[in-house]
């Protein structure tokens, strides 16, 4: 499919905005590993983008293969609603040439059919020492309606995950977070069977669930959850 043609097939894009709660949870984890140069990819309508930045920042390049959500990224640059570092491009990793030190995939690699081919491209467009970071849904037997509404060609474990593991990088860690969502998320699983969350479910699960799963991924060693995290780095000698 040409990136001009793409267009996003899902809206939970807008509907997890509202996850305030959980981005900042997981931005926590992510953030000490981005500085430098970063590239954020599939980076939607910039609803992390925010969150992630800091002022070891130096670059950062928003990347989008929807070309209306690329517009609305450039839009809010302008307007100083993203951080003035940012720039935008529309398209995939193959239309990028340049190198960086932190490349972002944020519930983006689960939309990517060869999955294993990304993450070496993305090796290859990391510096020296730069580090690979991954946030994706977790458990394919939690794999339901939703997952398919939006786009979604598979869930990972930690095992699935670290086979992806690019030959020139070492994994740094591999963990689940949000065990309450996983409880939420079987429920509508086996119960529900929901296409897609309201938004009242959605501001439950955030404003209720997230804050114990804060507690209790610590208390079970994030030894399971809704989503999973992947960090990677680059041998400071490549």
Request: with cysteine; aromatic share 12%.
């Amino acid at each position: 499919m040409k990136n001009a043609d793409f267009q996003y097939p899902g809206d939970e894009l807008v509907l997890f905005q509202y996850a305030r709660n959980w981005k900042k949870y997981f931005a926590g984890a992510l953030k000490p590993f981005i500085k430098g140069r970063v590239l954020e990819a599939g980076a939607g309508i910039g609803s992390t983008t925010s969150l992630l930045y800091n002022s070891a920042i130096n670059d950062w390049l928003l990347l989008e293969p929807d070309a209306d959500m690329s517009h609305q990224l450039q839009t809010k640059i302008r307007e100083g609603l993203l951080p003035s570092a940012g720039r935008v491009q529309t398209g995939t990793l193959a239309d990028v040439l340049e190198k960086f030190d932190c490349i972002i995939y944020v519930d983006v690699l689960e939309h990517i059919e060869m999955d294993d081919a990304e993450l070496a491209m993305a090796a290859e467009r990391l510096l020296p020492g730069g580090y690979l970071l991954v946030l994706s849904p977790a458990f394919q037997h939690l794999f339901s309606p939703f997952d398919t509404a939006i786009g979604h060609f598979r869930r990972y474990t930690k095992k699935s995950l670290r086979a992806l593991t690019p030959a020139t990088l070492q994994p740094v860690s591999c963990r689940y977070y949000d065990s309450t969502g996983y409880l939420a998320a079987l429920t509508n699983k086996l119960l529900l069977r929901q296409q897609y969350p309201t938004v009242k479910q959605v501001l439950f699960w955030d404003r209720w669930l997230v804050p114990v799963s804060r507690f209790t991924d610590k208390l079970l060693f994030h030894s399971f959850g809704k989503s999973i995290i992947g960090v990677w780095k680059k041998s400071p000698a490549e």
